[in-house]
Every structure is written in C-alpha cells, then in structure tokens.
C-alpha cells in the first residue's frame, strides 16, 4: 500500500522533454527491501518505487471476517517461490502458513504438524478450512530444508472465522 510519493524534476531527457523523479514510500511493517526498481514511462516520466522485502496475504487483510474455507493468496518480494524438490538454491523458497502458533526463528525447520501447512510444491494459494473464532495466521517463508528465513519474510494476520 503506497502512503506517500515525493516527486520532483529531474534534469531535461533529450532536447525538448523534461522528466519527473517520484519515490513512493511503502507502508509496512517488515524490512524494506535496499533496493529500487525505475520505471521508465514513454512519458519521459522516471517512477522509482522502493520494494517491500518480505511475504503478504494478497485478498485478506488482518482484522477480515470469513467464512471457511478461507481462500488465501500469497506472495513473496526478494525471493523466488520454488518447489522444495529442486532442492536448496540461493534466494528461493516456498510458503508456509502457521496456525495460531509463534513463527520459528531464521534457519529453524518448520514443523510438520496441523499448526504448520506446507507448500513444498511452490504453491501460492489455498483454500484452508478453519475452525470458528479467531485465528492467527503466519505467512512464512523458508528454503527447500524448511529452515525459516526469519521475520523478514512472515507476516502474521488474525482472521474472525464465522
């Protein structure tokens, strides 16, 4: 969620075009990721939006009340998703979410248990059956060993189930 955009111009592009610099600063709660992405528009416009290093529910926000199955979509900035089969490779991963239970700490395997659902297989959504009242869910990224990357890559949300 973008909550601010500094713009100013920049020095001219080419004879006759002058540009704009804007930086969008992202509101979240987990690292942010050292680094920037530039968007070159056809405009002559220069965007650079600094990206959030870390995982996220994309359809449910904390607080949402549902019905079960929840359906829950996930994401990841600063990593790659990829199956746990293809084994452990620099900067990839997979989700995890863990239910009502603390998240491990970095380089902790994750459980196997009904509190830690796994998504070996690089999925990045599910519809997940729970239980009535209120739920903590953890988004949680780890490698192929299921070694946390910490919390810099979890995001916890509470969900009321009806």
Known sequence: MLTSKLCKPAPAVGSSRRSIVCQASVGISQKVFKGATTIFLSSGIVVSQALAAGVSFQNVQSGTTVSSPVHLEF????????????????????????????????????????????????????????????????????????????????????????
């Open 75 to 162: 994401s990841v900035e600063g990593l790659t998703v990829k199956p746990a089969a293809e084994g452990i490779v620099a900067g990839t991963g997979h989700h995890h979410i863990i239910i009502d239970a603390p998240p491990p700490a970095e380089g902790i395997a994750i459980p196997f248990d009904d509190a830690h659902k796994h998504f070996g297989k690089g999925q990045t959504s599910v519809d997940l059956e729970l239980s009535p009242g209120k739920h903590t869910l953890t988004l949680q990224f780890a490698n192929a060993a299921h070694e946390s990357y910490g919390p810099a890559f979890a995001n916890s949300i509470t969900l009321d189930v009806k």
